[in-house]
Structures are given as C-alpha cells and as structure tokens.
T-cell receptor, first 115, second 110 residues
Framework: ETGVTQTPRHLVMGMTNKKSLKCEQH?????MYWYKQSAKKPLELMFV???????ENNSVPSRFSPECPNSSHLFLHLHTLQPEDSALYLC??????????????FGPGTRLLVL | GQSLEQPSEVTAVEGAIVQINCTYQ??????LSWYQQHDGGAPTFLSY??LDGLEETGRFSSFLSRSDSYGYLLLQELQMKDSASYFC???????????WGAGTKLIIKP
C-alpha cells in the first residue's frame, strides 16, 4: 500500500461512452499527477495539480478532462475515447508544492481498454 | 532533446548480483530516481541520487556519475520477488516534470 488508491482497477468502454477515473491520496501531499503508461514506453505525464490548481497540461487531447476538487482527490473524466487510448492510467502524488520532485507515490492504476 | 536509455530486459540468477544501467542526454538536472514496478502493480520509489556516488539501501544501491552521463541500480542477493520492471527518471528542475526511461524488465531464474 502506497497511500494512493485508484478506482476502478479495470475499465472497458466503447468509444461513445463517458466514464471517470478516481484517485485518492491519504498522505497529505500537495501535488497530484495523472500519467499514461503504455507497454515498453516511458511514462507520459498528462496533468499536474498543485494545491488544487492545474500547473501542467502536456498537450493532452480534450477527450481527457481532469478535475481536482480538493488536495486529496483527483479525477480523470473520459469521453469519446479512441482505441489507442487503451493503457494503464496511473495517479501519483508528491509532498512538495514547489515543483521539486524527488519521490512520487503511485496508485495501482486503472487498466483501460477502449473498444 | 532530453532522453533516458535503459536495456529493455535483463536476466539474472537467484542469489546473484545484477546492474541495470541508465544513460541520459540532458543539459542539466537535479537528480536521478529509480522506481520498481511489479506486473499489475504501482511503481514504487527505490532511491534518489542528487550527488555523484553510491547510495545504499539494503540490498539495493544506486549510483550516479554526471561526468559520464549515466547511473545504475545494483541489486544484490537477488530474490525471486525482485522480478519486476525498473525505471530510471530524471528531475530536471522543470516544474513538476520527470523524464522517464522506458523501463528494464528484470527476469530472475532459480
């Protein structure tokens, strides 16, 4: 247990569906992240929130929409996804709100399959 | 550009020692981290090198050489549970961003 939980763990959706991924951190951290992990590729940073404000959006398609209602919760809203969006979506948190990252704490991920 | 290179797969024998290398191209950075990820699991933090040299944590050690643009993770007394993927990541100082390697799958044989 890393102190970061994600639900659901597995998700299958059609291209016309709308779904949301949820992340919760119990560590009192100030920054939260969404990553996309595809096989044999480096982790791709999608979004970063620090103190509940979005600080980074790495050219992610608008069919992915993040939401951070408070410092412990992070959502990723999905709509009209494409099959190439199938991947493992990881949530992470880090203690520092200054932008320095020495350690990140990851959730177990949501395995997403888009049909 | 900035990039990290790791071998895609390494095989070793239980009880042995294995070294996983990470070479990088970047103009400057603050530190190099290592993460372990078991199949179906979350990446977990192993170590962080801000300075050149060796950092030891139990059976795992991590090394950084800025002059040679590389680092490595050393795993000693390998156990079957060490079978996992290992990722190196650079913190460059850009706001909240880490540069990640593609990961090395470590296969351990009895």
């Amino acid at each position: 247990e890393t102190g970061v939980t994600q639900t659901p763990r597995h998700l299958v959706m059609g291209m016309t569906n709308k779904k949301s991924l949820k992340c919760e951190q119990h560590l009192g951290h100030n920054a939260m992240y969404w990553y996309k992990q595809s096989a044999k590729k480096p982790l791709e940073l999608m979004f970063v929130y620090s103190l509940e404000e979005r600080v980074e959006n790495n050219s992610v398609p608008s069919r992915f929409s993040p939401e951070c209602p408070n410092s412990s919760h992070l959502f990723l809203h999905l709509h009209t996804l494409q099959p190439e969006d199938s991947a493992l979506y990881l949530c992470a948190s880090s203690p520092d709100a200054s932008g320095r990252i020495e350690t990140q704490y990851f959730g177990p991920g949501t395995r997403l399959l888009v049909l | 550009g900035q990039s990290l290179e790791q071998p895609s797969e390494v095989t070793a024998v239980e009880g042995a020692i294995v070294q996983i290398n990470c070479t990088y191209q970047t103009s400057g950075f603050y530190g190099l981290s290592w993460y372990q990820q078991h199949d179906g699991g979350a990446p977990t933090f192993l170590s962080y090198n801000a300075l050149d040299g060796l950092e030891e944590t139990g059976r795992f050690s991590s090394f950084l050489s800025r002059s040679d643009s590389y680092g490595y993770l050393l795993l000693q007394e390998l156990q079957m549970k060490d079978s996992a993927s290992y990722f190196c990541a650079l913190f460059t100082g850009s706001n909240y961003q880490l540069i990640w390697g593609a990961g090395t799958k470590l296969i351990i044989k009895p």
